[in-house]
């Protein structure tokens, strides 16, 4: 079951493939947080990847703070397993910690289904959005711009509520271990 607005942020500590560095959302108490599950190999995020890139570095620049979690099963899809994930941090410019969920659980936790997945919490970290980035999807041929996510970052950083109606994310499914 999907979580509902106001839910709290699931509790998690994951590492960061390109620190080492552990993360959850402790880390950033008091700032709005974007939880966001993607992976390498999807063509729903690939679509959309240099808008992530763009979303993470502002993050960076406004004062709120974003992860990107992949949840994918790296045996089935070795180009979703950590050393992969550190060079498609680095060559996609993402400024956001890429962590790994090698157990699952977190994205069970969020009930996440599909790469890409979009939570944002307000700066109590309480749900304000789930849902997609924009209206692009690979070959409809409308532009990539964020507009959805966007528009609910822009209302919670502004302490506003979010514009609905809240669309479900598309993609590809999270490849669950058997």
């Known amino acids: 079951m999907r979580m509902k607005t106001g839910s709290p942020c699931p509790a998690f500590v ?3 493939v390109v620190t080492g560095r552990q993360f959850g959302p402790a880390d950033f108490a008091g700032k709005p947080l974007l939880v966001a599950f993607i992976c390498n190999h999807c063509p ?3 679509h959309i ?7 993470s570095q502002d993050a960076e620049a406004r004062g709120w703070a974003c992860v990107f979690v992949c949840s994918n099963d790296p045996v089935k899809h070795p180009t979703d397993a950590p050393d992969a994930m550190k060079l498609e941090a680095a060559d996609a410019g993402y400024r956001c910690p890429y962590l790994h969920d090698a157990t699952q659980e977190v994205a069970r936790r969020f009930d996440a289904a599909c790469t890409p997945d ?16 924009d209206d692009s999807r690979p ?18 950083v502004a ?11 598309i993609g590809c499914s ?5």
């Not at 509520?161 to 994310?169: A, L, R, T």
């Open 118 to 133: 979009f939570f944002l919490f307000d700066a109590a970290h309480r749900l304000a959005y789930a849902g997609q980035l």
């Open 49 to 55: 990847r240099a808008e992530l890139a763009a979303l």
């Open 174 to 178: 999270i490849k669950w271990k058997a």
């Open 159 to 169: 302490g506003r509520p979010v514009p609905g109606p809240q669309k479900p994310s």
């Open 44 to 46: 729903f995020v690939k």
């Open 14 to 16: 994951l590492p960061d």
């Open 139 to 156: 070959g409809n041929g409308v532009p990539v711009t964020g507009a959805s996510l966007r528009a609910a970052i822009d209302a919670v």
